[in-house]
């Protein structure tokens, strides 16, 4: 199998800790370039550190912050100029909980700037390189909510529901040339993300964090979270040459809880 990312450049965005930085580790050490992209310098310089580099890659990071589009598009153009992205990681933090209808016009806004148009702008960018190296991957991680609802996700639910079909129109649009668009859909994943939805819970129920903790395992038919690796190991797989016929498709990382197929 066919695995290695020698001589590729990966810009992997909101990389500096959680699923982001876990895939950034796997692409590494199968020899990409990494070029982390997020808002913190600092974090970023250390997450930069940290990344393989026994194949002789060239890491690099990028600042931006993904509510701030336009800079998004500036920044993403300038590096493109001057070197080619063959694997592009859209990953954005995820919307504060809450209901639809406590939800305002803003929460939308932000959420859908974040994920959706980022996402945009960044592929636009990328995807002429990809063409002239007749090879691209774009992985978008997105959320098992846009199979079935997640109570009080109601912003998050429903901008992910969009960049899932904008993901599958784009798919179809360059598949013809050797460029592959597909979802991963973590479920329940050891993340800060994670942390904070269970402190959340916790609040509202007055419990501990370890009760929910332990229901919410229990809903797992593995019986367990997930770990930020196993994201990073799948993502790792669609960005090769291994996953060239994988296109268009959003795959489940959850160890089995999403009720559906």
Same mark, same amino acid.
């Given at each position: 199998m066919h695995l290695s990312l020698e001589g590729k450049n990966a810009v992997i965005c909101g990389s500096t800790q959680g699923i982001g930085l876990a895939i950034a580790e796997e692409l590494a050490l199968?020899?990409?370039?990494?070029?982390?992209?997020?808002?913190? %310098? /600092? !974090?970023?310089?250390? *997450?930069?550190?940290?990344?393989?580099?026994?194949?002789?890659q060239q890491h690099s990071y990028l600042v931006a912050d993904f509510s701030k589009p336009d800079q998004v598009k500036q920044v993403i153009q300038q590096y493109v100029q001057q070197h080619p992205v063959h694997i592009l990681v859209n990953n954005t933090g995820g919307p504060p909980?809450?209901?639809?209808?406590?939800?305002? %016009? /803003? !929460?939308?806004?932000? *959420?859908?700037?974040?994920h959706l148009i980022v996402n945009q702008l960044l592929a636009q960018a990328v995807i002429p390189s990809m063409k002239q190296a007749n090879y691209g991957r774009i992985i978008n991680i997105i959320s098992t909510s846009i199979r079935i609802p997640i109570t009080n996700l109601a912003v998050s639910g429903t901008v992910?529901?969009?960049?899932?079909?904008?993901?599958?129109?784009? !798919?179809?649009?360059?598949?013809?040339?050797?460029?592959?668009?597909?979802?991963?859909?973590?479920?329940?994943?050891?993340?800060q993300r994670l942390d904070s939805l269970i402190k959340n819970n916790a609040q509202k129920r007055g419990v501990s964090t370890d009760v929910i903790e332990r229901e919410m395992e229990q809903e797992i038919p593995m019986k367990r979270f997930g770990e930020a690796s196993e994201l990073g190991a799948v993502a790792a797989f669609l960005a090769s040459p291994a996953a060239s016929?994988?296109?268009?498709?959003?795959?489940?990382?959850?160890g089995g809880k999403t009720g559906a197929l």
């Amino acid at each position: 199998m066919h695995l290695s990312l020698e001589g590729k450049n990966a810009v992997i965005c909101g990389s500096t800790q959680g699923i982001g930085l876990a895939i950034a580790e796997e692409l590494a050490l199968l020899g990409a370039s990494c070029i982390l992209m997020a808002r913190n %310098e /600092e !974090a970023l310089q250390a *997450a930069v550190k940290n990344l393989d580099i026994a194949l002789r890659q060239q890491h690099s990071y990028l600042v931006a912050d993904f509510s701030k589009p336009d800079q998004v598009k500036q920044v993403i153009q300038q590096y493109v100029q001057q070197h080619p992205v063959h694997i592009l990681v859209n990953n954005t933090g995820g919307p504060p909980p809450g209901s639809v209808l406590d939800a305002t %016009e /803003e !929460a939308f806004m932000l *959420a859908f700037n974040q994920h959706l148009i980022v996402n945009q702008l960044l592929a636009q960018a990328v995807i002429p390189s990809m063409k002239q190296a007749n090879y691209g991957r774009i992985i978008n991680i997105i959320s098992t909510s846009i199979r079935i609802p997640i109570t009080n996700l109601a912003v998050s639910g429903t901008v992910r529901g969009a960049v899932a079909m904008w993901s599958k129109i784009l !798919a179809n649009e360059v598949g013809q040339f050797n460029i592959t668009v597909n979802n991963l859909l973590p479920g329940l994943t050891k993340t800060q993300r994670l942390d904070s939805l269970i402190k959340n819970n916790a609040q509202k129920r007055g419990v501990s964090t370890d009760v929910i903790e332990r229901e919410m395992e229990q809903e797992i038919p593995m019986k367990r979270f997930g770990e930020a690796s196993e994201l990073g190991a799948v993502a790792a797989f669609l960005a090769s040459p291994a996953a060239s016929y994988v296109n268009g498709v959003s795959i489940a990382v959850d160890g089995g809880k999403t009720g559906a197929l």
